[in-house]
């Protein structure tokens, strides 16, 4: 393999941790944010400023040729993200934040892994045991215990798994997500950033038309509007390097990096909120770290 070759899967490495370092942060922004005000106003009005800024860029990027495939994998990117969304909420709504949060993250970026190994991408050894690495950090960073996990029954001794509160959200909700990494990734090199449009025109369609049906005021309220702002800048950074990152490296690879997103959240509130980190928390970070070392090693 060429020197060249690997040189682009070190930029599509280093893209996707940047985009899960950004996807992180603007999740944290988000949260804040919806302890202020409606969470589907926080979603709407983030994407829509996200859409203004990518709309500001774009005239400065250089030209792009832009296929009717490239809307509609953007578009269906923004249908699957938006009911990623929709689910995740649902699910945390009934279930228990440590089995609903992880479910969702392992399997948002095991869909990804698997299709892209279906294709035919051949990462290294050392590359997929940094994977199954990463995917251990997800489940860990994520499997933090909540006030409402002690209001939430737990499933009965007897009864499947999947019968545990919030778990088939979980799921699917996962799946959306991961669908979204898939779909978006489809899109042609050439056409550059212009496929984020429909994905995020789409998604703010779908929450806002949620809004209207659930009566949520969209009206940013006191202390939000900039928290509003900053996330939905730094989430439409995150999918564009996310984005690119797909055209340099492996989608399996890129989106188990992307995935780890939440070890960024976490570090954020135990760094400006003083939230202490769980012994499960502390470890998936370190798998994290090595996750991301042996895949760096074995591209």
């Not at 990463?134 to 999947?162: C, E, F, K, M, Y």
């Not at 799946?175 to 449009?197: E, H, M, R």
């Not at 954020?268 to 980190?277: D, G, K, Y």
């Amino acid at each position: 393999m060429g020197a060249g070759a690997y040189n682009r899967r070190d930029v599509g490495i280093l893209l996707a941790l940047l985009s899960a370092v950004a996807y992180g942060a603007s999740d944290y922004m988000g949260g804040i944010a919806s302890r202020r005000a409606r969470v589907l106003a926080v979603v709407v009005l983030s994407q829509l400023v996200g859409l203004a800024i990518l709309f500001m860029v774009l005239p400065f990027l250089p030209g792009a040729t832009v296929t009717p495939s490239d809307w509609l994998f953007g578009a269906l990117a923004g249908v699957t993200g938006s009911c990623g969304i929709a689910f995740l909420y649902r699910g945390l709504s009934r279930g228990r934040m440590s089995v609903v949060s992880p479910v969702t993250a392992v399997v948002a970026a095991i869909a990804p892994l698997v299709f892209g190994l279906a294709k035919g991408e051949r990462p290294s050894l050392l590359a997929l045991a940094g994977v199954a690495i990463a995917l251990v950090a997800i489940a860990l960073v994520t499997a933090a215990p909540s006030q409402q996990d002690a209001n939430v029954p737990a499933r009965d001794a007897g009864s499947p798994w999947w019968r545990e509160p919030g778990v088939i959200d979980a799921l699917i909700s996962g799946l959306a997500i991961g669908g979204f990494y898939i779909l978006i990734a489809q899109t042609n090199p050439a056409s550059g950033l212009w496929p984020l449009v429909p994905s995020r025109l789409v998604s703010a369609l779908i929450c806002a038309a949620a809004a209207l049906v659930f009566q949520h005021s969209l009206r940013p309220v006191a202390g939000s509007f900039r928290l509003i702002v900053a996330a939905g800048a730094v989430d439409m950074a995150a999918n564009a390097m996310y984005l690119e990152a797909t055209r340099f490296g492996y989608l399996s690879i890129v989106a188990v990096l992307a995935s780890l997103y939440p070890a960024s959240t976490v570090v954020l509130a135990r760094a400006l909120l003083r939230e202490r980190f769980t012994p499960a928390q502390s470890i998936g970070l370190a798998c994290a770290a090595a996750g991301v070392a042996c895949i760096a090693a074995g591209r």
